[in-house]
């Protein structure tokens, strides 16, 4: 496509380079190790827009975007201290189409000495990179990210010689080694308000009125970058997933910040409480949708945290709401980032369950007549979001009650969602809601009948389904799979001392139930199938 007002103009290149520096499209943080001692005399940047990023798995076109226009972003930034920025446009005529390519073509150009970046957070690019330094023999040299709060080391000392691992201890000791929301010192160093979680006070419903009027969180009007970035994706992806006329993400560091003072403001007092809540329409609720901005490595942990914790301190925001929303990032974020680098690159193949359905076709669309999957795959196609339980409960639920190929929904939750980076992706998706990895990430399959959505959400209300119905016209799919997926892995999962209380219900079933439920099953998979 012809490109009239490109927003990054080729600066003049220094050569030989003494250090390239590599930027990957998730590493856009000027504080990254990638940059310490840099000098603009010697060294030069290295970033490259390649179509292999947008078509290995099919992103969608919220994905895609929010990736190219905060590149750009960040570029311009660099170029604006007068620093040497070599970056390739996926339209550029001699685009190879590859990182690797575009890497090698790089290095034949500027001819550096050595290649430094930070860690990266996908296990194929690493090796993709790595691939070229040793063809073109030159040193690659990657440097801990310190975005985190703990190493992939410190992780791995934390997992050796444990046989099952558990967030709440990982948590724990992290909350330990940073001080957060911790009183005391040493030996007597404590939780704030004498306990470790406040899950019980939390994850209430919204109850019959809803929501109520909660103002809407910050999005931004495409400047003139994100513009052109949105004329391409339209062009060059008109067939990936999604529409990208609701764009209206952070794509810098300055407006990610504006995300997260409001967040804070208005939706953290009541984040715990609504954490798990869902109402029909509603997309944003009380959540703080950064997780994008976090990945992408606009915004640092750090700040994150400290804002929440400083609500807490000036009696904004209560500890259960404060506690909650930093497990999610101090416990969380940094748990499954751990276990997929201790785990790569044979957790990708996991399939503890041995499920080898198709993913049904309208995970694309959203065109299904079951209330709850509608509204969570067409909002999450209109504008890459969805929340947790939206991810875990109704999608992934979905997925695993079906006996979906975990790789399948992998690559499904991989392409949609603006947030989606593998190595917080796959451990969520094949650990956590599909128990591919047979409860290394967690302690039971997240196994549910409707009654949880029903519970949760007044999309039941909206259903031509009925989640307390498993057989008939109106038996509610979730409902039906649930028993289905008990009865198909009761040997398995009676291992399980987590499981027994599920499994003690299939002792209620007459055998002629369990035949019925396993044909209503098998004729919804049939149906759902086409
Ligand atoms: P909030 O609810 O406001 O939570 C605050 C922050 O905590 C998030 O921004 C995120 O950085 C962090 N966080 C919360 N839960 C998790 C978690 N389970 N793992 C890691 N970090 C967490 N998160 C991603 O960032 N990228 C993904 O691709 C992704 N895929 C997921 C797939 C499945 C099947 C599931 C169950 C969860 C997935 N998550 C993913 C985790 C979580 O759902 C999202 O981080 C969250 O919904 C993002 O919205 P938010 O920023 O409004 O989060
Ligand atoms: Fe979803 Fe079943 Fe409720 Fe319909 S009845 S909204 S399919 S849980």
């Not at 990957?24 to 060294?43: C, I, K, R, V």
């Not at 310190?146 to 410190?154: E, K």
């Not at 109520?212 to 910050?218: I, K, W, Y």
Request: with cysteine; glycine share 6%.
């Amino acid at each position: 496509m012809p490109n009239a007002a490109k927003p990054i103009k080729p600066a003049k290149p220094i050569t030989p380079v003494r250090h390239l520096v590599l930027v990957l499209g998730d590493q856009l943080d000027e504080a990254a190790a990638a940059f310490d001692e840099f000098d603009p005399a010697l060294d030069a940047i290295w970033m490259a827009e390649v179509a292999e990023e947008s078509t290995h798995i099919w992103s969608s076109k919220q994905r895609i975007a929010i990736f190219l226009s905060a590149m750009r972003h960040f570029a311009e930034h660099l170029r604006a201290r007068g620093w040497h920025v070599h970056y390739t446009q996926l339209d550029d005529a001699d685009n190879p189409g590859t990182l690797a390519g575009q890497l090698h073509a790089a290095i034949a150009q500027l001819k550096p000495v050595a290649l430094v970046m930070t860690a990266p957070g996908d296990w194929r690019v690493l090796q993709a990179l790595k691939g070229v330094a040793h063809t073109t023999k030159l040193l690659l040299e990657i440097r801990d990210d310190r975005h985190f709060f703990s190493t992939v080391r410190d992780f791995a000392q934390h997992a050796k010689g444990r046989k099952q691992l558990r967030l709440e201890y990982w948590y724990r000791e992290l909350r330990h080694a940073t001080g957060i929301l911790m009183e005391g010192r040493g030996a007597d160093q404590k939780p704030v308000g004498g306990q470790w979680n406040f899950d019980h006070d939390n994850r209430a419903a919204f109850g019959k009125n809803g929501p109520g009027a909660l103002p809407p969180p910050e999005r931004f009007a495409p400047d003139a970058t994100t513009q052109e970035v949105m004329a391409l994706v339209n062009s060059r992806f008109a067939d990936h997933p999604g529409t990208i006329t609701t764009f209206g993400w952070p794509v810098t560091g300055e407006q990610a910040l504006v995300v997260l003072q409001g967040f804070i403001t208005q939706r953290l007092p009541l984040f715990g409480q609504y954490q798990d809540a869902m109402w029909e329409g509603e997309l944003w609720l009380y959540h703080s949708h950064l997780s994008a901005a976090l990945n992408l490595k606009l915004l640092n942990p750090r700040e994150v945290v400290e804002a929440a914790v400083a609500a807490f301190e000036s009696g904004h925001a209560p500890l259960a709401a404060v506690e909650g929303f930093v497990r999610q990032i101090l416990g969380w974020r940094e748990y499954v980032r751990g276990i997929y680098w201790t785990q790569m690159p044979s957790y990708l193949d996991r399939n503890a369950l041995d499920a080898q359905e198709k993913l049904p076709a309208f995970y694309w669309t959203g065109d299904t007549d079951m209330a709850c999957l509608r509204d969570a795959i067409s909002q999450t196609l209109s504008h890459g979001y969805a929340h947790h339980i939206q991810r875990l409960m109704v999608t992934g639920l979905y997925a695993l009650l079906y006996g979906v190929q975990p790789q399948q929904v992998h690559g499904w939750y991989l392409s949609v969602y603006v947030d989606a980076v593998e190595w917080v992706e796959l451990p969520n998706v094949l650990g956590m809601s599909q128990f591919a990895d047979g409860g290394l990430m967690a302690s039971k399959p997240y196994a549910a009948t409707g009654k949880y959505i029903q519970r949760m959400s007044n999309h039941c209300r909206g259903c031509r389904f009925d989640p307390g119905e498993s057989l008939g016209e109106k038996a509610c799919p979730f409902t039906t799979l649930y028993w289905d997926f008990l009865l198909r892995h009761e040997t398995l999962l009676a291992k399980n001392p987590r499981m027994l209380m599920q499994l003690k219900n299939l002792t209620r079933l007459t055998p002629e139930k369990r035949v019925a439920l396993a044909q209503a099953a098998q004729a919804h998979r049939a149906k759902s199938a086409c």
